[in-house]
Every structure is written in C-alpha cells, then in structure tokens.
C-alpha cells in the first residue's frame, strides 16, 4: 500500500497559539485552569489537556469565583466577557486573530446600521460567539434554500461574514446567491474563511484524484475536519474522519492501494504519527509526503501570557 501524506495538515496557527496558551497557564498557574468550551475541537488534545489539570466548562458559574479562566480559539460573545468581569475571574483570552476579524467586521457593520447575514453552522462556537457582538442586526444563513427565505427591510445596507472553517465551495455557492439575489450586498475586505482551512481543503482536491482511500484525522465536533471528509465523498472516494488509529476499520481497505492521509487544523501530528505506523504494521505501507503549498503563520500569545517567564 502507497500513503500520500498531505501538506499541508495538521494545526494551524490559530490552534498553536490557543494550545500554547493554555501550557503556558497551566505552567504558570499550576491546575485547576478553567477553558470556556473545548480549546480546540479536538478529543485526544481535550483530553491531554484534561490530564493535565484543565477543566473545560460550558457555563462560568462553573469556574469559582477569582479563578483563572481562558477563551477558546472560537471566539466569544461580550456577554460572555462580562459575565467573566462580574464573577472576578482572570481571564486570558486565546480566541484565533482570524476569527477576531470576522467579529470586527460584524460589529462595524452593525454599527453603520447593515443587516448583516453570518454564513455558518448554527450552534458552532464560533458562529454563537460572532452571533453575540450584534444579535440584533446578525441573521444566520446556513444553506442556499436559506437564502430565498430571508426578509429584509433596506437592501441597500446589506453585508456577510462568514464562519472561518467552512467549506470553501459550500461557502461561495451561498455568497453567489446572496449577490444574485442582493447585487449590492457588501462583503469583506478579504475572505473570512481562513487560510489554513482553504490550503487543507485545496490540498485534498489536488491529492485526491490518486487515492482510492482518504482518511482524516480530527474529531466529529471539528467543522474544518469535517468538510475535508465531505470533500472526499464529493469526488466520489471513500472518505473517513477518525480521532485515531484506534477507530480504523481493516475492511476499509480491502482492494485499496493509494491511500490520501491528511488532518483538520485542530488535530494533532501526534494522531497522525500514530495511523501511519499503523498502516506500515498493518499493510506494509510506504509514505511519500506531497506539498500543495508552505505556510508560515504565526500568531502572538494573548498579551497578558506572554511575559510569565515559564
């Protein structure tokens, strides 16, 4: 069997700097540090972190009065940094730059009175947390038969976002609805939807048409991985999103020679380490590493961790 390893894969800048975060804290502050929802949508990086003495909740009266708190990757509402303010708690904020752009634009558009349509995934962390910087002037559209049933009372102030880790395709069949139906719509300076989302999916694309097989690491909560599985069965390959070698089916591969290995930018090279030593134990499986493009991303620790001397 021939593994095609994807590049790139695996985390992005975003995750970095939410996951470094959270160390740096734990070093600095010792456990318990409490994480309002998962840090990233991964299970075994939740769980490591668990080990470890990070307790994530999904309710602030569940971390004491005073304690050390941290924002996940995916953003928050205001309401939620108030709510953090109210109790005393010393909260880092590690919320992805990527994604404080898209709450930027909503709110500066909210201000200069558009009705601005968030293109997303309703219950999605992030899109509750964009949601959140302007309920009242944020209408969710999820699908293209969405479009057709949106009322608006000015045309002529109409703007979208969208959430940073959806299907680029998914994403650009609503966005030319929406400017069909609305010419003057206004959009973003530039994409919302992030680069490594886009380079992750570009690169199944490209990789896909050699593989009989395309596995995914990242978990089931995980939007970005998610849609890169979707990509797969889209092209009509077999496509399957896994936490782990743990979770490999030895039938999946019967008649398969070319298998696509690639991971969602919230999983870690440590799973995908661990599935290639098993398809070589397995299958007597060889690896050769295809790069679509390089990244060189990096993003700065919140302000407030970056001098702990840990």
Known sequence: MKIILASPRGFCAGVNMAIESLDLALKAFGSPVYVYHEIVHNKYVVEDFK???????EELSEAPVGSNLLFSAHGVSPEVREAAKARNLH??????????KVHL???????EGYTIFLIGHEGHDEVIGTMGEAPEAIVLVETEDDVDSLEVVDESKLAYVTQTTLS??????????LRARFPNINKPPKDDICYATQN??????????????ILVLGSQNSSNSKRLCELATEQGIAGYLIDGSDQIDDTWFAGVETVLVTAGASAPEVVVEQVLDYLKDKFCATVEIQT??????SFPLPKPLRNLGV
């Open 51 to 57: 080990k470890r003495g990070a307790v994530f909740i």
């Open 168 to 177: 680029v395709d998914d994403a650009n069949r609503i966005i030319n609805k």
């Open 292 to 297: 679509i493009r390089e990244e060189k991303v």
């Open 105 to 111: 634009e909503a709110i500066k558009y909210a201000k």
């Open 91 to 100: 909260a880092f904020d590690a919320t992805c730059p990527l994604v404080t």
């Open 200 to 213: 992750r999916q570009e690169a199944v694309k490209l990789l896909s048409p050699q593989a009989d097989l």
